[in-house]
């Protein structure tokens, strides 16, 4: 009996070793609508970790088993979202939400070093992006109020502030970077911040400014991988060759180029594409002629459904496929693996346009290019 009951105990004792202490939230919240929400996801992964209505008022809650890493807190009031970052792990956390000032960040006590540079980061942030946020809040309740007459000069105005956010969002992380060389919430933040593709020269710039063990890390290494082939497709870059052949069994020869050139990535089984094609299709005819070629690139599988969809959708410019769909050269290479994705090059291949060129405005960059001089 004795022994039985040492082991039940010893076998408790284990039990609790690997069980790790909750993530234990207390927050203050107010200003919320009736149906509010606060939830955390991982992420990593984005998974929903914990889902709460908030109750305007001293609020607990607890993650049982977090699981150590960069994590997402979200509130959700009436169609209006707001995310903050943070860094999980067991321990205490503290802070206050308030549904009409949310361009605070929440929390003022995370327990590890990680979170602690999250709220310096979210300061300084705040800090540096006050006045901008004023002039941005006040173009689009200019824009709310616009009439008919005013309306174009009213939605210009608020572009040129939200183009100048986005901007700041970069400074903030570049500035952080200077401040904190040795911390890994640079590499996430810049992750989250998502434009690698058309801002490589500065992702890499702040890259470079982080202590060698923080670039090492293993998502150190991923998006500098992503950086210097955002880097590759950028103006002023030779393109790489296309991989593949065309339905009719030739290679690709840069001796098709011609004075500006559209490169379109795409797949046969998108509808978006097909949409797109439709769009293409007509702006082929207006330039056909011009000294301009289209030359399309599938990251398709299936020959037979890449086949049928460039005869139903009248793709009359050359096509290339290797048929190998995302794990084709020319997916990591080229388009950085979107399926949907344009850019213009020359005819010696150098690449004309920045690599975030839309279809909205393809057929503007075509013109602007075709009367530039060679």
Partial sequence: MKKKRYLLILFACFFNSCNPAPAIFNLETKNFGPNAVISVKS???GEILKVENITNGNQTFKINMPKTGYAVLSTYD????EEYYFYLDQGNYKGFLDGKNTATYPFEILPTKEGEEMISFYKQKEAMNK????????????????????????????????????????????????????????????????????EAKKYLSIFKSLDREVQDSKSGKKLLSEIMQANQMMAGNKMPDIEGETPDGKKFDRSILKKVNLIICWVSYSGKNRKNNQILAHLYEKYKDRNVE???VSFDKNRDSWEKVIKADQLIWPQYSDLLGAKSPNAKNISNFNATYFFLADKNGIVLSNNDLTLDFVDSEISKHLVSPE
């Fill in 43 to 45: 992420s990593e992964n």
């Fill in 78 to 81: 009436n169609g209006h979202d």
């Fill in 131 to 198: 006045s901008l946020l004023d002039s941005l809040a006040l173009a689009e309740h200019e824009l709310d109020l616009a009439t008919p007459e005013n309306i174009a000069e009213k939605a210009k105005k608020a572009d040129i502030w939200r183009e100048r956010k986005i901007n700041l969002e970069l400074n903030n992380i570049q500035t952080f970077a200077k401040r904190h060389p040795r911390s890994g919430a640079t590499i996430f933040l810049l992750n989250r911040f998502g434009r690698a593709d058309s």
């Fill in 294 to 296: 289209f030359i399309g």
